[in-house]
Nanobody, 111 residues
Framework: QVQLVESGGGLVQPGGSLRLSCVVSGDTFNGQMNWFRQAPEKGRVFVAYISPSGLVTKYATSVKGRFTISRDNAKNTVYLQMNSMRTEDTGIYYC?????WGQGTQVTVSS
């Protein structure tokens, strides 16, 4: 059974940066990984994807050029580096692998 634990959320000003981490345990860390986010009173939406090797990445149009997904397979960890953040990036960020989801980490972008 795969378990995902996110961390790194917090409060940041517009234009600032945060790095989220997702530690995977309970299974072999070799799957496709995604980040999703859910804004207040809205549904959960795709943010970024990374392939098992890390060679292929995909992004939502709204974050392309500002966010970077990466992984360290030796540490069973996936990262989401968020730069040039905007108020609309506010939400709960979730790590996902197959049917497994983390508990989420809150990100708030506000001055």
């Amino acid at each position: 059974q795969v378990q995902l634990v996110e961390s790194g959320g917090g409060l940041v000003q517009p234009g600032g940066s945060l790095r989220l981490s997702c530690v995977v345990s309970g299974d072999t860390f070799n799957g496709q990984m995604n980040w999703f986010r859910q804004a207040p009173e809205k549904g959960r939406v795709f943010v970024a994807y990374i392939s098992p090797s890390g060679l292929v990445t995909k992004y939502a149009t709204s974050v392309k050029g500002r966010f970077t997904i990466s992984r360290d397979n030796a540490k069973n960890t996936v990262y989401l580096q968020m730069n040039s953040m905007r108020t609309e990036d506010t939400g709960i960020y979730y790590c996902n692998s197959g049917n497994a989801w983390g508990q989420g980490t809150q990100v708030t972008v506000s001055s």
